[in-house]
């Protein structure tokens, strides 16, 4: 059957007044008004200058998104004017995207509101964002589960675990990683920790993808060899409020569910569903750096003093202040309020910094600085299982 000739509208366009040009509608026959031939190219012409192929140009004229200024009602044959060409350019980079079809033709009919279509862009990046997040989630379950098989025979998970701990100790790891934990508005599934429960300790990671805290507690086996939750934040609270005593706790994870009772009070909570960050490998990567043995009080103190820079944290809309961290080849660092001057110079979002100092609740830290890309490690002298690591704000 013969392609008819057809009324149809071009693509919108804009002029540089912004206003929208559209064709006039075309009278019976094979040309479009005020479209000269001498302008008009083939599909194959098309297809070279815009990046679309042949098919594709063919599937947006019969969707109604790129229809071309004439076609020939005998052969059929698609010819496009040079003013199509932005749109046919347009169309080629949000198909290479994965852009939805519905939101492709928002783009285009909005072209002349910038603001309108980059929104429509913006919402885009933000799902391709989301599942990128969660593709890197699954690569690190699935690298832990390639890790997990090296030297150990499998078996079935254990249904329960249910170890006791000392109450003081639980809660000083508690206090430790509390503020690595993210805020339920920013990351809610980071607000909560990793708690996992071996046959001789407890190990508890926090993070907020800026700070993440690791610690343990030495732990007696009850029952079961071998679990790890994810606790939310709420129940890490009111868990915390029962550990003020001298004596055990005991924790208890069973099908979904996380408990702790002491002193004959009891908390229980729901785990959370979402896969936790793989912390080993980010522990694994730590290059370690220089290290500096310093008073506790005296590094938060001089942090306190120094006046820091003003920064916006884009990733997430926060307005913080910055220092700069500065190691010595004689040994000795300093902290400073002024931009980076050297290779090795690090820049810390003050605020984490302090509350990372506080958290370890250590007389002295250790520290470490191994360049402005990496984290700087904040450990406990006398305690080689805790590390913090505060991520560095890039200039």
């Given amino acids: ?137 699954e690569l690190r379950r699935l690298r832990s589960l390639l890790d997990s098989e090296q030297g150990e025979p499998s078996r079935w998970p254990d249904e329960s675990v249910s170890v006791d701990v000392d109450a003081r100790a639980l809660a000083r790891a508690l206090d430790a990683i509390r503020f690595a934990v993210a805020d339920a508005s920013r990351e809610p599934r980071l607000n909560g920790a990793l708690i996992e429960c071996e046959s001789s300790a407890v190990r508890i990671v926090a993070t907020d993808r800026y700070r993440l805290t690791a610690c343990e507690v030495v732990a007696f086996q009850r029952a079961g060899t071998r679990m790890s939750v994810v606790a939310p934040a709420g129940f890490l609270d009111d868990a915390r409020a029962l550990l003020d005593h001298d004596g055990d706790a005991t924790i208890d994870l069973d099908r979904g569910r996380i408990a702790i009772t002491a002193a004959a009070a009891h908390v229980s909570a729901d785990c959370m569903v979402d896969a936790f960050p793989d912390y080993r490998q980010i522990l694994r990567r730590h290059a370690g750096g220089s290290r500096f043995v310093v008073d506790a009080q005296d590094l938060r103190a001089h942090v306190s003093s120094v006046t820091a820079r003003p920064f916006y944290r884009e990733s997430d809309g926060v307005r913080t202040t910055v220092i700069t961290l500065r190691a010595h080849s004689d040994g000795t660092f300093e902290v400073t309020a002024n931009q980076p001057e050297t290779e090795t110079d690090v820049i810390l979002d003050r605020s984490f910094l302090l509350e990372a100092i506080d958290a370890c609740a250590a007389e002295r830290i250790t520290l470490e600085i191994a360049g402005p890309l990496a984290p700087v490690a904040l450990r406990r002298p006398d305690d080689e299982q805790f590390v913090s690591l505060l991520m560095p704000v890039r200039p």
């Fill in 1 to 137: 059957m013969r392609r008819s000739a057809a009324i149809r509208m071009r693509a919108s366009s804009c002029s540089s007044s912004g206003r929208r040009l559209v064709d006039p509608q075309p009278g019976r026959g094979a040309r479009v008004h005020g479209v000269d031939d001498d302008e008009l190219r083939g599909i194959g012409d098309m297809a070279q200058a815009s990046g679309l192929s042949v098919s594709a140009l063919r599937f947006y004229d019969r969707a109604g998104l790129l229809i071309p200024a004439v076609v020939d009602p005998a052969t059929g044959y698609r010819r496009y004017s040079a003013d199509q060409l932005a749109s046919a350019r347009l169309l080629a980079g949000m198909r290479q995207v994965g852009l939805p079809l519905a939101e492709i033709a928002a783009v285009l009919e909005q072209r002349c509101d910038v603001a309108a279509a980059t929104s429509v862009l913006d919402a885009h990046v933000r799902r391709l964002e989301d599942r990128l997040d969660d593709a890197r989630r």
